[in-house]
């Protein structure tokens, strides 16, 4: 039983159905529904939808959803630009390494590949809240006391609020390890890439944070900042407040911004960092995607 039908459980439902395995996929939303994200596609997410069917690639490349992304733009505190494809030669008439989707875009994209598999079963709008282990078994039951479900394996991808993680993988929350981060939709931002080169600011004034421009599909732009979490609070920075300064204050940001226009609220969110190993299995159980590193809940207010 799979809990959570984002990315990361709806690969794991995808591979389960390639191999033959049925599985129950249960999500406490019902889709389309957006995630706050940078919504950018690294090269291993591209090599892991490939692994898991060759077919979903292809659909990608032909999405309009999805914009490809060929390489990485790093703009160092003295404003000095470095610019480094994903591959060392690449062409564009290619399948491209990477690729930048919103989220509610590329989330429902792979729900409705799991849609197509006979073996996963589809559960939406149920939220599972209690876990019971007898024996070798997982008895799972919904809110409402309307579902439940008898499973040998249970795998937690239900993002950073996951009760399951913290109830019994026992993961805790530690701002040493996370990045807070604001996210705002824009229209009309100059000088975007034309091949999708996604853009990270580390400027003088907002270290040890970063700033990032990321293109997308018809002619958008995801706009941000990212610090992280501990020296937010420490610091009290407000993150929203921040992202407008920021692009006020650069002379080239307030240029490439002059005509563009916020097509969506600032939301807040939280990225897990690579610098904490975790346990993230145990008996009968695994937990996957932002439920194996539980996010700061943080709203940058």
Not at 127 to 145: G, M, P, R, V, Y
Not at 151 to 159: H, I, P, R, W, Y
């Amino acid at each position: 039983c799979v809990i959570g039908a984002g990315p990361g459980g709806c690969a794991v439902a995808l591979q389960l159905s390639k191999l033959g395995i049925g599985c129950f996929l249960i999500d406490k939303s019902t889709f389309p529904r957006d995630k706050i994200c940078g919504d950018a596609l690294s090269g291993k997410v591209v090599v892991t939808l490939n692994r898991i069917d060759e077919n979903i690639l292809r659909e990608v490349t032909t999405d309009k959803n999805f914009l490809p992304s060929w390489g990485v733009k790093f703009i160092a505190p003295n404003l000095k630009e470095l610019k480094i494809p994903f591959k060392k030669n690449y062409d564009t008439n290619q399948i491209a390494p990477g690729f930048i989707s919103k989220r509610i875009d590329f989330d429902n994209f792979l729900f409705n590949e799991v849609k197509k598999k006979n073996e996963v079963t589809i559960l939406e709008g149920t939220e599972i809240s209690h876990f019971e282990k007898t024996n070798d078994e997982w008895i799972l039951t919904d809110s409402k006391n309307s579902v439940s479900i008898k499973t040998k394996v249970v795998v937690a991808a239900d993002g950073a609020h996951s009760r399951f993680a913290k109830e019994i993988g026992k993961i805790n929350m530690e701002h040493e390890h996370y990045c807070a981060g604001i996210r705002a939709y824009y229209k009309g931002v100059k000088d975007l890439d034309a091949d999708g080169f996604i853009e990270l600011h580390f400027l003088k004034d907002f270290l040890p944070g970063y700033f990032w421009i990321f293109p997308l599909p018809n002619g958008n732009a995801n706009v941000g900042v990212g610090m992280r979490s501990d020296f937010v609070s420490r610091k009290k920075i407000n993150l929203k407040k921040s992202l407008l300064e920021i692009i006020e204050k650069y002379p080239s940001l307030k240029e490439r911004f002059s005509s563009a226009e916020m097509i969506d609220e600032m939301k807040g969110f939280g990225l897990p960092l690579g610098s904490k190993k975790r346990n993230i299995s145990g008996e009968n159980f695994f937990l996957v995607g932002d439920a194996a590193s539980l996010i700061d809940p943080f709203t940058g207010e």
